[in-house]
Nanobody
């Protein structure tokens, strides 16, 4: 069974840090890329950061640039999102997703989604 298991969410104060992890399992073929997305209450799901399977290519939404870092350990099939300098507007449920048809960071292009992990940043 294809599965993405995200963890690492929690509650932090403004300026704090969290590291999210996503463990992929059950894939018969390596995904072209993986990414992190988030959805805040009453808002649409948005991309945060994506990384190619090789790790050579990354993409960051403007809100994440300079504060978040996406990385991967392909041997362990884990993708990380290091989040620093967190702000209250980063509060959301964060989802890990995999692109199995082509490399993309668009939500509509991701074919496998994990269960989200809540990130709450207090002011």
């Amino acid at each position: 069974e294809v599965q993405l298991q995200a963890s690492g969410g929690g509650w932090v104060q403004t300026g704090g840090s969290l590291r999210l992890s996503c463990v992929a399992s059950g894939f018969s073929k390596d995904p072209y890329g993986m990414g992190w997305f988030r959805q805040a209450p009453r808002k649409e799901r948005e991309e945060v950061a994506c990384i190619s399977h090789s790790g050579d290519s990354t993409y960051y939404d403007h809100s994440a640039k300079g504060r978040f870092t996406i990385s991967s350990d392909s041997a362990k099939n884990i993708v990380y999102l290091q989040m620093n300098s967190l702000k209250p507007e980063d509060t959301a449920v964060y989802y890990c997703a995999a692109a199995t048809h082509t490399m993309t960071c668009a939500a509509y292009g991701m074919s496998v989604w994990g269960v989200g992990t809540q990130v709450t940043v207090s002011s």
